[in-house]
């Protein structure tokens, strides 16, 4: 049974958990996602800016990504920027939201062999880094996000994301 609860740590994430079995996987959400845009804007010397994210299941992540990107599949995480245009004037620094899937998030953990702590940790640099117009379709910007991951990910105390991950598993 899906218990929905929204939430708003501090002033840089607005959560949002739809699947009970991310307080397995994090059990504080709030602070594990302020740690990482806090690491990631001091990381990028960008001004923090909120973003939302929501915690729910392949099921709701598979919908999404076959209503807004023509692919009937779950995939760990979903960026949606926000159009500025659109936003009142007092929210013109919000980002966009991001939706992350959980029973897709700890697949991938185990089978590269990582904690999915850090794997949500990753994904949600990796969202943001979307959100921010960064990309990975042609080698070069995707050399430089995984850049910015990696230093990223390292001011957070994880190692290299894409150490012994196929080339099939970064996308």
Not at 79 to 96: E, I, N, S
Request: hydrophobic content about 45%; overall charge negative; aromatic content about 4%.
């Amino acid at each position: 049974m899906k218990n929905t609860t929204t939430r708003e740590a501090a002033q840089l994430a607005d959560i949002r958990i739809d699947d009970d079995g991310w307080q397995r996987v994090i059990p504080d959400l709030d602070a594990a996602c302020e740690r990482t845009l806090a690491a990631l804007f001091a990381a990028l010397d960008h001004p923090p800016a909120p973003v939302g994210v929501l915690f729910t299941d392949d099921a709701a992540v598979r919908a999404l990504n076959a209503r807004f990107r023509d692919q009937d599949k779950a995939t760990n995480v979903l960026a949606f920027p926000a159009d500025a245009d659109a936003l009142p004037p007092d929210q013109k620094t919000f980002l966009g939201d991001l939706v992350l899937a959980r029973e897709t998030v700890e697949g991938e953990a185990a089978a590269q062999g990582k904690t999915a702590v850090a794997h949500t940790h990753h994904l949600i640099v990796h969202g943001v880094l979307h959100l921010l117009g960064h990309d990975h379709v042609d080698p070069a910007a995707a050399e430089v996000m995984e850049g910015l991951e990696r230093a990223i990910l390292e001011r957070l105390g994880y190692g290299d994301p894409y150490d012994d991950v196929s080339e099939a598993d970064r996308q």
